[in-house]
């Protein structure tokens, strides 16, 4: 089943997060994953939600998504990320209440 990371983040040292967007594509490519969404100011519509910038990847399945955020090389990458932003990220797996998924 795909499965979605979604990043809202907010960029508080522009040159460090510089090195954390040249070397982080490199590491979703080898857990299977692409990008949906790269960095994109959205247009909060309804609610009281106002993220700066979102990122969206899709992977094929929730055992590469977590194989992705556990991989020991990509931490030091995302320690990058977590020194020059403030972010929120969450994992969703495709799918619907229609078909019984809750």
């Known amino acids: 089943m795909k499965t979605y990371l979604i990043l809202d983040f907010t960029i ?6 510089m090195i954390y967007v040249r070397e982080i594509p490199a590491h979703i490519k080898r857990h299977n994953g692409r ?8 247009d909060g519509i309804e609610g009281d939600w106002q ?3 979102i990122v969206v990847l899709e992977f094929p ?12 090389e990509i931490q030091p990458v995302f320690a ?8 929120k990220l969450i ?3 495709g799918g619907s209440w229609r078909d019984g998924i809750r």
């Open 12 to 17: 508080t040292d522009m040159e460090t997060f």
């Open 91 to 93: 994992l969703v797996e």
């Open 35 to 42: 990008y949906i969404v790269e960095g994109v100011k959205p």
């Open 80 to 87: 990058i990320r977590h020194k020059s932003t403030i972010s």
């Open 61 to 72: 399945s929730p055992e590469d998504a977590r194989a992705f955020l556990k991989d020991p």
């Open 51 to 53: 993220p700066e910038t």
